[in-house]
């Protein structure tokens, strides 16, 4: 047991043996023990370095050991459900120097990756698709008369996603060689919830696998558990047979996030992902006032907004700490409504509930809710219902990379009819459009970014009529449209090439009478956002002044038609040329 993250490097002679799996599979068994603690202390020290996703990865030691011990990877498959407790298997695949690296710049991706490792069967940056991918591979391998194994492990917390069971519906149908491994440790990255996470704490508290079995083999799957998945006695074994039986099997392991170090096990959502450790003796830091995040006001302004209007609901898919709801799960926790990593669900259970009279509020990450899209068109958009949708870790999020970036929503939402969107620029303005969306009759949505704002002091919020930009100087030779957080870095470029800025606060509607009166005094027209260019708000603008027959010339700045790579936020803007000299030079460029 742990208690404290090494910031020295501990000595593991036997880890550093294994520079594949298959020198790990020459080792006897009886050494895997001592394996899994060098594993464990690996792991405790490269994250407090690095910072990243770090309980999960304590949870699953022993089971990575085992399966590269019993498969025959990279030729068997292993696909790894959102890849949170993937940094154990990379160590055992070739990058554990490498790990060192992980969620930086030009270094190892934090989540598996096809590109990265050829142990990498999967990439998966979002829940419950490992199923799903897994049996593809299983059936591919069929067609093509290949005998390798395929195995996919999922997390309780995953397992209540939708797509996991129509994946499970279909493997059944399929009769498929295909070893399904649930990691049950009551959490995903909050506390489960849900009847499926009650159902399995209460048949474990019970210890009834035979209660717990009925379910999957309702579903032509063969059961086998619950087995201990930090004890390789039971371990080895139980994946051993599960391995060497035809048809779909399905193994249901216990596990503690967190296993091994004491504050983790202790607080496994705290623990669910860390910064990097500091020194013990770092130089001393200047005082400064505690700033709130864009998340931290969402969740101050919408527990304001529920004390006076009883039409207040919120609802997310599994993200009440991200999304800062826990204020308000406790204070109004009869109007709180988690449902798990349910994003399709969340989206046509708002969709309910303001058919009858409510006011719902999904708070929802942008990168999840193009996984809604359907819900959001069909049962939410065709309605015109009342619904807000606050779109948190809107554009580029830094270390997560691309599987978490919010780069699309503008894109996928300003093509739907009677749709608001709004983009805040600061703290003040969040609380603004947000109470602006949330009296608009009819869906509207607030994006905004992860981490923190200029530090702009909140006061009571205003409704902004829709459509309604604030010119923030005047200027010669083009005009600044801003959208969005970048208002700090555009105010600096017009400033330095005496442009008019605009914070134009609505992609749509757009403000249309202020573009038109910009276009008869600047010649050139340039949007800049913290999203795609392509079908952005820089897009919405050039449709525009198509349609006006506007002759000016536009440039369009925002986040290029590639994948942005993980990095600090900082590094991937300027990386976009979305940084102040990034934006003045291309201004420059054009002039």
């Excluded at 202790?266 to 910064?275: C, E, F, S, W």
């Excluded at 800062?324 to 109004?332: A, G, H, K, V």
């Excluded at 202020?514 to 340039?526: C, Y």
Aim: proline fraction near 6%; aromatic fraction near 6%; include cysteine.
């Amino acid at each position: 047991m742990f208690y404290a993250i090494p910031e020295s490097r501990p000595e593991t002679p036997l880890l550093d043996q294994i520079n594949a799996p298959a020198d790990l599979r020459r080792l006897p068994i009886e050494q895997l023990p001592l394996l899994a603690e060098q594993l464990r202390a690996f792991l405790l020290y490269s994250v407090g370095q690095t910072g990243g996703h770090f309980g999960a990865g304590l949870g699953v030691i022993e089971l990575t050991i085992a399966l590269h011990y019993l498969l025959k990877t990279p030729d068997d498959h292993l696909v790894w459900d959102v890849g949170h407790q993937s940094y154990p298997h990379k160590i055992l695949t070739g990058r554990r120097q490498a790990l060192l690296s992980i969620r930086q710049k030009d270094g190892l991706a934090p989540f598996p990756r096809i590109s990265e490792s050829q142990y990498d069967d999967f990439g998966t940056g979002h829940s419950s698709t490992s199923i799903s991918a897994a049996l593809g591979m299983a059936l591919a391998d069929r067609l093509q008369g290949l005998k390798h194994k395929t195995v996919a492990v999922i997390g309780d917390g995953a397992m209540t996603a939708g797509m996991a069971f129509e994946a499970l519906n279909h493997a059944a149908h399929t009769h498929a060689n295909l070893l399904v491994i649930l990691n049950d440790n009551d959490m995903s990255i909050s506390h489960n919830e849900g009847g499926l996470a009650t159902y399995l704490a209460k048949n474990l508290k019970d210890k009834m696998g035979a209660t717990t079995a009925a379910l999957f083999e309702a579903l032509d799957f063969h059961y086998n558990g619950p087995v201990d998945g930090h004890d390789f006695n039971q371990l080895l074994p139980a994946l051993q047979r599960s391995l060497n039986s035809k048809g779909p099997q399905f193994l249901h392991i216990t596990t503690l996030k967190g296993k091994g170090f004491a504050p983790a096990e202790k607080d496994p959502v705290g623990y669910h992902a860390i910064t990097k450790i500091e020194p013990i003796n770092p130089p001393p830091a200047q005082p400064t006032l505690k700033q709130p995040s864009f998340a931290n006001i969402f969740g101050h302004w919408i527990c304001d907004l529920a004390e006076h209007d009883s039409r207040t609901v919120a609802i997310t898919p599994a993200m009440s700490e991200g999304s800062d709801l826990i204020e308000f799960s406790q204070r109004f926790s009869e109007r709180f409504f988690d449902v798990a990593i349910a994003e399709q669900h969340a989206v046509t259970l708002a969709a309910g509930m303001a058919c009858r009279q409510m006011k719902p509020v999904v708070a929802i990450y942008s990168t999840f809710l193009q996984r809604g899209y359907d819900q959001l068109i069909h049962d939410v958009a065709i309605q015109n219902l009342d619904i807000l949708f606050a779109l948190d870790r809107a554009g580029l999020v830094g270390e997560d990379g691309a599987t978490h970036s919010g780069c699309f929503d503008i894109s996928f939402l300003r093509c739907l009819p009677g749709m608001i969107i709004m983009t805040p620029a600061d703290e003040q303005e969040l609380c603004n459009l947000l109470q602006t969306g949330y009296d608009h009759q009819g869906p509207a949505a607030v994006r905004y970014p992860r981490g923190k704002g200029p530090g702009v002091s909140v006061k009571a919020a205003e409704i902004i009529p829709p459509g309604k930009a604030r010119l923030i100087r005047k200027g010669k030779q083009a005009a600044l449209l801003n959208f969005g957080p970048l208002l700090t870095e555009a105010r600096i470029a017009a400033e330095q090439l005496n442009l008019t800025l605009v914070d134009m606060r609505f992609v749509k509607p757009l403000d249309h009478q202020l573009i038109d009166q910009l276009v008869t005094t600047h010649p050139l027209l340039i949007t800049l956002e913290d999203h795609t260019v392509k079908g952005g708000a820089g897009a919405e603008v050039s449709e525009y002044l198509h349609t006006q027959r506007h002759s000016n010339q536009l440039l369009c700045l925002g986040i290029p038609d590639r994948w942005i790579e993980h990095a600090t936020r900082s590094e991937q803007l300027s990386e976009c040329g979305l940084d102040s000299q990034g934006i003045i030079d291309s201004i420059q460029n054009r002039l």
